[in-house]
């Protein structure tokens, strides 16, 4: 099964919290994406898709939409 665990992160908190979702996970192959780094992914070939951004004021991070 392979995942990806996308993010983006203002202060690097959330960062930190998909890197900690990554070791945690031993028996798949699990790819981080920082969307800073690159804006569109290719998604396809992934069984599943973890979306993580802050939440300031009840809103995700623009970058993430």
Known sequence: MKIAVIFVSKYGTTSIISNKITA????????VINLEECPEPDM??????????????????KSMD
């Open 24 to 31: 945690s996970v031993n028996k798949h192959t699990i790819d």
């Open 44 to 61: 396809s070939g992934y069984d599943i898709i973890l979306l993580g951004s802050p939440v300031y004021a009840g809103k995700i991070l």
